[in-house]
Nanobody, 115 residues
Framework: VQLVESGGGLVQPGGSLRLSCAASGFTGGSYSLSWYRQAPGKEREFLAV????????QYADSVKGRFTISRDRDKNTISLQMNSLKPEDTAVYYC?????????WGQGTQVTVTS
């Protein structure tokens, strides 16, 4: 399983950014795709999850109402639309796949929210 994130960058507070994760290597069965983030000096934090069927979306309270996870089944990508960004959203954002009980991670993409 390979996961490749893209779309990070620098944005002002209140702005928006869209992250994408290209997922490949699944050979059958169901799996879930999630977004996590890790700020300097902090533990990795769960943000949102979507199943391979596109169902059962869940969000962390810290991003509920501001972030939206979605899936493009044709391209096998997931996206994270992030609105109303705050400086505390600054972190490295990671794509995660859980497939047959094993976790896979992308390389991460930096998001910096600053004026």
């Amino acid at each position: 399983v390979q996961l490749v994130e893209s779309g990070g960058g620098l944005v002002q507070p209140g702005g928006s950014l869209r992250l994408s994760c290209a997922a490949s290597g699944f050979t059958g069965g169901s799996y879930s795709l999630s977004w996590y983030r890790q700020a300097p000096g902090k533990e990795r934090e769960f943000l949102a999850v979507i199943t391979s069927a596109g169902h059962n979306l869940q969000y962390a309270d810290s991003v509920k109402g501001r972030f939206t996870i979605s899936r493009d089944r044709d391209k096998n990508t997931i996206s994270l639309q992030m609105n109303s960004l705050k400086p505390e959203d600054t972190a490295v954002y990671y794509c995660n796949a859980r497939y047959f009980g094993r976790d896979y991670w992308g390389q991460g993409t930096q998001v910096t929210v600053t004026s």
